[in-house]
C-alpha cells in the first residue's frame, strides 16, 4: 500500500532502524527495490528526480511505482519526490500521486544557485502548507551537500551548487536545524554532513575530517524528535568499480560513504539514506560483464535481468544493514 513518509519514519524511529531511498528510473531499478524489500520483509521509499521525470516522463513513472504497489501488495511503498526546486514543483509531484515531496530551498529554483536561510524557511513553509493540506509528507534541507576536502558539491547533471561552498554551509548547524524545522514544520530534514551526490565523493576513504557522523550527532542532540536524512549515501562498491574497469570501463580510484558509517548515523536519528550512484554502479558492472562474456547475445533482456540480479542484492544489502529488514 502507498503510505505517508512520516508515517513510515515515525515506525523508524520507534523501532530504531533505517530506510534506503533509491532512486528509480526504469522497470529494472524499480524490480529490483521490490524484489529485495519482499525477500526481506522491508518497507520502501521509491524516489523520483526532475531527471527521473525527465527520461521516463512523469506517467510512465506514475504507473512504475503503482504497478509495484499492485504486484506486492503486502510492502508499504513511499512514493517521495526527490529536490524539488520549488512549491509549485512540489505541487506537481502532489497532484500525480506522490505520497512525499522533497523541498530543497538550500539550493534555487536552478538547483545550482546557494540560497539564504530566510529564502529556504519561506519555499519550505509553503510546500508543508501545501503538501499537509494533502495528507503528504515534507523533506526539506539546511546546509549544501559538498566535500569538506574541496568545497565542492557532487559531479551529477542534476541536482548541485555551482562553485566553493563555504564551511558553514558544508556543515548544517545545529541551532539552525532547530530554528528551521520549528519554523517550517518539515517531517524529515535532510542535512550536509560532507557528502556529495555522484561516484566522486572522496578521493581516499573517508575519516572524521571528510565525513561528519559527530554532526548527525549533534543535530540530533538538539532535535531528536526529527527525521533525519543522508543524501550522497552510495557507499561506491570497491568490487563493482573493479569489474567495470575489468570489463572496458574507466571509473578513477573514488570511494563513497561506508555501510558503517551510515549504520553510526542511523543510531543517531538517521531515518532515510538516499542512495541512486549504487544501483548505477551495479546496473553497469552487470551490463558490461554480460556484454563482454556473451558477444553474440542481443536481446535486450538478457542483459537488463543481470542488472535487476545486481541491484537486487545490492538493495539486499542495504535492507540488512540498516535494520530495514523484517519491518514491511
Ligand atoms: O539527486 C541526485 C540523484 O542522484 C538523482 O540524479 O538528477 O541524475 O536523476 P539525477
Ligand atoms: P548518491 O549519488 O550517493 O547515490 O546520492 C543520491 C541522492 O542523494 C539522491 O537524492
Ligand atoms: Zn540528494
Redesign the pocket.
Known amino acids: 500500500a502507498l503510505i505517508s513518509m512520516r508515517q513510515m519514519l515515525d515506525h523508524a524511529a520507534e523501532y530504531g532502524y533505517g530506510i534506503p531511498a533509491f532512486?528509480v528510473?526504469n522497470l529494472e531499478q524499480m524490480r529490483a527495490i521490490m524484489e529485495a524489500a519482499d525477500a526481506t520483509d522491508s518497507p520502501v521509499i521509491v524516489q523520483a528526480?526532475?531527471?527521473?521525470r525527465k527520461?521516463a516522463g512523469a506517467p510512465f513513472l506514475r504507473h512504475l511505482i503503482l504497478a509495484a504497489v499492485e504486484e506486492f501488495p503486502h510492502i508499504p511503498v513511499v512514493m517521495h519526490q526527490?529536490?524539488g526546486t520549488s512549491p509549485a514543483v512540489c505541487q506537481r509531484s502532489i497532484q500525480l500521486g506522490f505520497s512525499s515531496v522533497m523541498m530543497d530551498g538550500s539550493l534555487g529554483e536552478d538547483g545550482k544557485t546557494p540560497m539564504d536561510y530566510d529564502y529556504n524557511v519561506d519555499v519550505t513553509r509553503r510546500a508543508v502548507a501545501m503538501a499537509h493540506a494533502c495528507g503528504v509528507s515534507v523533506e526539506g534541507e539546511l546546509g549544501c551537500l559538498g566535500s569538506l576536502e574541496t568545497g565542492m558539491a557532487g559531479e551529477?547533471?542534476?541536482?548541485g551548487a555551482e562553485g566553493k561552498l563555504d564551511m558553514e554551509q558544508l556543515l548544517t548547524d545545529p541551532e539552525e536545524a532547530a530554528a528551521f524545522v520549528k519554523a517550517t514544520q518539515v517531517d524529515a530534514l535532510a542535512i550536509a554532513i560532507g557528502t556529495s551526490?555522484?561516484a566522486y565523493k572522496f578521493t581516499k576513504p573517508p575519516t572524521g575530517d571528510t565525513l561528519s557522523i559527530q554532526r548527525i550527532k549533534e543535530i540530533h542532540a538538539r532535535i531528536p524528535d526529527t527525521h533525519l536524512v543522508m543524501?550522497g549515501s552510495s557507499s561506491v562498491p570497491q568490487e563493482w568499480l573493479e569489474v567495470i574497469n575489468r570489463y572496458g570501463g574507466q571509473i578513477p580510484e573514488t570511494y563513497g560513504v561506508p555501510v558503517e558509517e551510515i549504520v553510526e548515523g542511523i543510531k543517531h536519528g538517521v531515518r532515510k539514506v538516499?542512495i541512486?550512484?549504487d544501483l548505477r554502479l551495479a546496473s553497469t558492472g552487470a551490463v558490461r560483464r554480460f556484454m563482454a562474456e556473451n558477444p553474440s547475445e542481443f536481446d535486450p533482456r538478457k542483459f537488463l535481468k543481470e542488472t535487476v540480479t545486481a541491484m537486487r542484492d545490492l538493495c539486499i544489502a542495504r535492507y540488512e544493514a540498516f535494520g530495514t529488514a523484517g519491518n514491511a
Open positions: 532512486n528510473n528526480s526532475a531527471g527521473a527520461y526527490d529536490h551529477e547533471d542534476g541536482i551526490h555522484g543524501h538516499n541512486d550512484t
